[in-house]
């Protein structure tokens, strides 16, 4: 299904299907309507064979400015146990799980502010380009919340490395573009005039790809990429972070 929703806009072009977070005026937050938004999308491609190529991108300022404390902080008022907040956390973990396991090749296109559950989205595509004056943070810990969201960590250790990701988890430091391709969050940085150029550039020899071969290239490298199903802390995440809100909703009375 590619059509306007509340939080995004879809549209298939050929074998692009391009997913445009909408709602700028909330910094493209991303709360329960969002996250089922980008399910009913990314279950759409799946069941589509003819799409190669998605492209993750924002509306105004920034791509995506992190989860909706708002949200979080009703949901923990209005149930101190945390079954809201647990299932938010699936929910999570499906959109990033579909991302990550897509047949199409992925593509995040990032400006702006670029910020906790934002850049675990955009960790979870095959190819990121992010424009030379964007910024990333990761402050779950500084809001009081383990970092653990939609299996986002992993990805993150084994993309830019252990010790630096730690760093910016304990800290919550905001760092650069250039930075973040330092430690491959990013794979190019450029302008943010190019940044159309470089997908187009990146889609163009995707779409020529035998879709079998790319298909099975992309299993293998998230196979070697991950550890096996039984070992996957992450699965528990959304018991983790429930947890956790639970517990602060109780210390605070």
Same mark, same amino acid.
């Given at each position: 299904?590619?059509?306007?929703?509340?939080?995004?806009?879809?549209?298939?072009?050929?074998?692009?299907?391009?997913?445009?977070?909408?709602?700028?005026?909330?910094?493209?937050?991303?709360?329960?309507?969002?996250?089922?938004?980008?399910?009913?999308?990314?279950?759409?491609?799946?069941?589509?064979?003819?799409?190669?190529?998605?492209?993750?991108?924002?509306?105004?300022?920034?791509?995506?400015?992190?989860?909706?404390?708002?949200?979080?902080?009703?949901?923990?008022?209005?149930?101190?146990?945390?079954?809201?907040?647990?299932?938010?956390?699936?929910?999570?973990?499906?959109?990033?799980?579909?991302?990550?396991?897509?047949?199409?090749?992925?593509?995040?296109?990032?400006?702006?502010?670029?910020?906790?559950?934002?850049?675990?989205?955009?960790?979870?595509?095959?190819?990121?380009?992010?424009?030379?004056?964007?910024?990333?943070?990761?402050?779950?810990?500084?809001?009081?919340?383990?970092?653990?969201?939609?299996?986002?960590?992993?990805?993150?250790?084994?993309? $830019? +490395? /252990?010790?630096?990701?730690?760093?910016?988890? %304990?800290?919550? =430091?905001?760092?650069? !573009?250039?930075? *973040? @391709?330092?430690?491959?969050?990013?794979?190019?940085?450029?302008?943010?005039?190019?940044?159309?150029?470089?997908?187009?550039?990146?889609?163009?020899?995707?779409?020529?790809?035998?879709?079998?071969?790319?298909?099975?290239?992309?299993?293998?490298?998230?196979?070697?990429? $991950? +550890? /096996?199903?039984?070992?996957?802390?992450?699965? %528990?995440?959304? =018991?983790?972070?429930? !947890?956790?809100? *639970? @517990?602060?909703?109780?210390?605070?009375?």
């Amino acid at each position: 299904m590619y059509e306007d929703f509340k939080t995004l806009l879809a549209r298939r072009e050929g074998p692009v299907v391009r997913i445009h977070f909408n709602n700028p005026d909330a910094g493209n937050a991303v709360d329960g309507t969002f996250l089922d938004e980008m399910t009913t999308v990314l279950d759409a491609v799946a069941d589509d064979p003819g799409v190669r190529v998605v492209v993750l991108s924002g509306a105004g300022d920034d791509f995506c400015l992190g989860g909706d404390r708002r949200e979080f902080a009703d949901l923990a008022g209005r149930d101190p146990g945390g079954t809201g907040i647990r299932t938010l956390g699936v929910k999570a973990r499906r959109v990033c799980d579909a991302l990550a396991t897509s047949h199409a090749v992925t593509i995040a296109r990032l400006h702006g502010g670029v910020i906790g559950a934002g850049l675990g989205i955009a960790l979870f595509c095959d190819l990121r380009v992010g424009a030379d004056t964007s910024r990333y943070r990761l402050p779950e810990l500084a809001l009081g919340l383990p970092a653990v969201w939609g299996g986002a960590l992993p990805r993150l250790l084994s993309e $830019a +490395g /252990t010790a630096r990701i730690r760093e910016l988890i %304990l800290t919550g =430091d905001t760092f650069d !573009a250039e930075a *973040a @391709a330092a430690i491959s969050v990013l794979q190019k940085v450029v302008p943010e005039s190019e940044l159309d150029a470089v997908v187009t550039g990146w889609i163009k020899p995707v779409v020529r790809r035998s879709p079998a071969a790319l298909r099975v290239t992309k299993a293998a490298l998230n196979a070697y990429a $991950a +550890g /096996t199903r039984m070992a996957d802390a992450t699965l %528990l995440e959304s =018991d983790l972070l429930a !947890a956790v809100v *639970a @517990a602060r909703h109780a210390e605070r009375g």
